[in-house]
């Protein structure tokens, strides 16, 4: 399903006028948030004014799907490729992929990434199967961005932390416990200053945040902040903080942005790499939630998704189904770049669901493919196979599950005498067997033999 080549109406103006106005691009995802963790999407336990002026002047997608961890989800956001296709462990990318990085710098855009990268050697060397998998992954270096400030680059027993006294990798030299320095101020400096210095050329920028993932510790706006000695103290208290914190944060990029004169000319797109953690219950509506991250229910999955470019993208909500792997060909098409005939990629452009220059195809299903294994912590997971549409999921072990409405319920169903359960169930079950088909990593090899030859 690749969706490329076309020019959006400004990119057209900009090539008629010879003047490289191609649109700038920026990508945020925040770390473990669910559609709970945000006010425009009825939650009601953090304070989220920016995201939620965001929303209001953009497009809230209501139906934005992610993997439940953060390394299955990022793999796919970058490569548009699903897990099965590319899968090797945790907090492992394999070198030889290609990112939208490499695409955008290819195609004459100025390229930066900062905030967390954790793609290139995740185990600690203790672990057992660790001597394999150590260092095996993709330096920042070589992920196709002109510039990067990322936090865990290398090897995890040197991450530090990524809040207070920050540790980061930028452009090639390492930064170790910066004092009285806080991790997600310095990416947005960072970031900001990299906009300044191109702000007439075109800029693809990919921030994954650190924030709101555990360790819940103080933020700048926190009461204890002032004591330095408590700046990295852990409690679950602290989350409402965090998560008001990366508002603040997206709230002072978008103002770099505006005060740059760039907003009439830059697509931001706000996402999160899977719900929220599971030692988090927050309010949605008049219900609470408890987190899902690293499980396949709703609650683990289904994350935001926000689409602002004032006077190109009209206010609204879209019900469209949108999931991890559907990033880089997006971004590709607003762009005007060509994804090589090459690459297999299973992702689906969503430009035509935001912007009118672009036709509008909507994508009628998601696929799952999901086991974070083999990684330190990680073997007490199992591999969850499934497919889903707006109404219905279907676990490739035979479950069928009703999933109607804008909440995280699953309710078993029996599709006997439901036609549309009965349908439902071939309608998935056909796209879990086509899926499963070459080209596969070999982590789901064996998964093929399972499913077979699709009909």
Same mark, same amino acid.
């Given at each position: 399903?690749?969706?490329?080549?076309?020019?959006?109406?400004?990119?057209?103006?900009?090539?008629?006028?010879?003047?490289?106005?191609?649109?700038?691009?920026?990508?945020?995802?925040?770390?473990?948030?669910?559609?709970?963790?945000?006010?425009?999407?009825?939650?009601?336990?953090?304070?989220?004014?920016?995201?939620?002026?965001?929303?209001?002047?953009?497009?809230?997608?209501?139906?934005?799907?992610?993997?439940?961890?953060?390394?299955?989800?990022?793999?796919?956001?970058?490569?548009?490729?699903?897990?099965?296709?590319?899968?090797?462990?945790?907090?492992?990318?394999?070198?030889?992929?290609?990112?939208?990085?490499?695409?955008?710098?290819?195609?004459?855009?100025?390229?930066?990434?900062?905030?967390?990268?954790?793609?290139?050697?995740?185990?600690?060397?203790?672990?057992?199967?660790?001597?394999?998998?150590?260092?095996?992954?993709?330096?920042?270096?070589?992920?196709?961005?002109?510039?990067?400030?990322?936090?865990?680059?290398?090897?995890?027993?040197?991450?530090?932390?990524?809040?207070?006294?920050?540790?980061?990798?930028?452009?090639?030299?390492?930064?170790?416990?910066?004092?009285?320095?806080?991790?997600?101020?310095?990416?947005?400096?960072?970031?900001?200053?990299?906009?300044?210095?191109?702000?007439?050329?075109?800029?693809?920028?990919?921030?994954?945040?650190?924030?709101?993932?555990?360790?819940?510790?103080?933020?700048?706006?926190?009461?204890?902040?002032?004591?330095?000695?408590?700046?990295?103290?852990?409690?679950?208290?602290?989350?409402?903080?965090?998560?008001?914190?990366?508002?603040?944060?997206?709230?002072?990029?978008?103002?770099?942005?505006?005060?740059?004169?760039?907003?009439?000319?830059?697509?931001?797109?706000?996402?999160?790499?899977?719900?929220?953690?599971?030692?988090?219950?927050?309010?949605?509506?008049?219900?609470?939630?408890?987190?899902?991250?690293?499980?396949?229910?709703?609650?683990?999955?289904?994350?935001?998704?926000? /689409?602002?470019? %004032? *006077?190109?993208? #009209?206010?609204? $909500?879209?019900?469209?189904? =949108?999931?991890?792997?559907?990033?880089? @060909?997006?971004?590709?098409?607003?762009?005007?770049?060509?994804?090589?005939?090459?690459?297999?990629?299973?992702?689906?452009?969503?430009?035509?669901?935001?912007?009118?220059?672009?036709?509008?195809?909507?994508?009628?299903?998601?696929?799952?493919?999901?086991?974070?294994?083999?990684?330190?912590?990680?073997?007490?997971?199992?591999?969850?196979?499934?497919?889903?549409?707006?109404?219905?999921?279907?676990?490739?072990?035979?479950?069928?599950?009703?999933?109607?409405?804008?909440?995280?319920?699953?309710?078993?169903?029996?599709? /006997?005498?439901? %036609? *549309?359960?009965? #349908?439902?169930? $071939?309608?998935?079950?056909? =796209?879990?067997?086509?899926?499963?088909? @070459?080209?596969?990593?070999?982590?789901?090899?064996?998964?093929?033999?399972?499913?077979?030859?699709?009909?």
């Amino acid at each position: 399903m690749i969706a490329c080549g076309s020019l959006s109406g400004i990119t057209r103006l900009a090539a008629a006028n010879g003047n490289d106005q191609r649109p700038n691009i920026i990508l945020i995802m925040a770390d473990d948030l669910g559609i709970e963790g945000l006010g425009c999407y009825g939650g009601r336990s953090y304070r989220t004014p920016n995201l939620d002026r965001l929303a209001a002047s953009g497009l809230r997608f209501t139906h934005a799907y992610s993997q439940p961890l953060c390394t299955p989800t990022r793999l796919q956001v970058m490569t548009g490729k699903y897990n099965h296709r590319n899968w090797i462990c945790f907090g492992i990318l394999d070198p030889a992929e290609k990112t939208f990085g490499h695409l955008m710098t290819a195609a004459g855009y100025r390229t930066c990434i900062a905030g967390k990268w954790q793609l290139q050697s995740y185990d600690p060397p203790d672990y057992p199967g660790a001597a394999k998998r150590r260092g095996i992954g993709m330096h920042p270096r070589d992920a196709g961005f002109e510039e990067y400030s990322l936090f865990h680059s290398l090897h995890t027993e040197d991450k530090g932390s990524r809040y207070a006294n920050p540790t980061f990798l930028r452009n090639g030299t390492l930064h170790r416990d910066v004092a009285d320095k806080y991790g997600e101020d310095l990416n947005v400096e960072f970031i900001a200053d990299f906009m300044r210095r191109h702000r007439d050329e075109p800029m693809f920028i990919y921030y994954p945040m650190a924030l709101p993932h555990w360790p819940m510790v103080p933020t700048p706006r926190s009461a204890v902040w002032a004591d330095p000695a408590r700046r990295l103290e852990e409690s679950t208290a602290y989350f409402p903080d965090m998560v008001e914190y990366m508002d603040e944060i997206v709230g002072r990029l978008v103002k770099h942005v505006d005060d740059l004169g760039l907003r009439q000319r830059t697509l931001i797109l706000f996402y999160s790499d899977n719900g929220t953690d599971r030692r988090i219950v927050s309010k949605l509506g008049d219900k609470e939630v408890t987190g899902g991250k690293n499980r396949p229910e709703q609650n683990g999955i289904r994350v935001p998704l926000i /689409a602002s470019w %004032p *006077a190109h993208i #009209a206010p609204g $909500t879209c019900d469209d189904l =949108v999931d991890s792997s559907d990033f880089l @060909p997006t971004i590709c098409q607003v762009a005007g770049v060509t994804i090589p005939s090459t690459w297999h990629v299973d992702g689906r452009s969503f430009a035509g669901s935001m912007l009118k220059d672009f036709p509008h195809q909507p994508r009628q299903w998601c696929f799952f493919w999901y086991d974070p294994r083999p990684g330190w912590d990680k073997d007490k997971h199992t591999r969850h196979i499934f497919a889903l549409d707006h109404d219905y999921k279907l676990y490739s072990d035979g479950r069928l599950v009703r999933i109607t409405g804008l909440g995280f319920d699953e309710t078993p169903v029996a599709d /006997a005498g439901s %036609p *549309a359960a009965a #349908a439902a169930r $071939t309608k998935l079950q056909q =796209v879990i067997d086509r899926m499963m088909q @070459p080209p596969l990593s070999q982590a789901a090899l064996t998964d093929a033999a399972v499913f077979g030859k699709p009909d």
